[in-house]
């Protein structure tokens, strides 16, 4: 690579670090020496290291993004059933401490819905491929075990 002016060397060696970060490794150029493969072993392990962090980092915006959408569209939705009260309520307003009280009622179902771990599809069919005393398990020692705890309590 000596035979090469030092801007054509810049560029190769990115061109060189990009195809084999990116797994495409084209063949075309390709360490030569000792300290060259060692190098290139090096460049590898932590663009792949950060390659992986950064895309960690991305998925997990992702997934903050779809919780703060979920409970957005939850409170998009008690908004719109509200309004709807509102108009059965010959276009009035309801009283300010109805709204509060079912904003509260709303809010405290949200944050205690039992049935929120098996909300998706996946999550259903999962369920529904389950045997039964698997299924019966599940529900009675996880998801209602405070509630019949409770229940078993009082009665």
Same mark, same amino acid.
């Given at each position: 690579?000596a035979?090469?002016?030092?801007?054509?060397r810049?560029? !190769?060696?990115v061109y $060189?670090?990009?195809?084999?970060?990116?797994? *495409?490794?084209?063949?075309d150029?390709?360490?030569?020496h @000792? =300290?060259?493969r !060692?190098?290139?072993? $090096?460049?590898l392990l932590?663009g792949v290291? *950060?390659?992986?962090?950064?895309?960690?980092?991305?998925? @997990? =915006?992702?997934?903050?993004l779809q919780?703060?959408?979920?409970?957005?569209?939850?409170?998009e939705?008690l908004?719109?059933w509200?309004?709807?009260?509102?108009?059965?309520?010959?276009?009035?307003?309801?009283?300010?401490?109805?709204t509060?009280r079912?904003?509260?009622?709303?809010e405290?179902y949200w944050?205690?819905?039992?049935?929120?771990?098996?909300?998706?599809?996946?999550?259903l069919?999962?369920?529904e491929?389950l045997?039964?005393?698997?299924?019966?398990?599940?529900?009675k020692?996880f998801?209602?075990?405070?509630f019949?705890?409770?229940?078993?309590?009082h009665?």
């Amino acid at each position: 690579m000596a035979e090469y002016p030092a801007t054509k060397r810049l560029i !190769i060696v990115v061109y $060189f670090a990009f195809t084999t970060l990116s797994t *495409v490794g084209f063949g075309d150029f390709n360490p030569k020496h @000792e =300290i060259e493969r !060692i190098l290139t072993t $090096f460049i590898l392990l932590v663009g792949v290291a *950060v390659f992986s962090y950064i895309m960690g980092q991305f998925i @997990e =915006i992702l997934m903050n993004l779809q919780t703060v959408t979920a409970d957005n569209e939850d409170s998009e939705n008690l908004s719109k059933w509200l309004g709807l009260l509102a108009h059965f309520n010959k276009n009035r307003p309801l009283p300010k401490d109805m709204t509060k009280r079912f904003e509260k009622y709303f809010e405290y179902y949200w944050q205690n819905d039992k049935n929120y771990a098996i909300q998706s599809k996946e999550d259903l069919r999962f369920m529904e491929e389950l045997p039964n005393h698997i299924k019966t398990d599940i529900y009675k020692d996880f998801l209602f075990y405070d509630f019949l705890y409770l229940f078993h309590i009082h009665f």
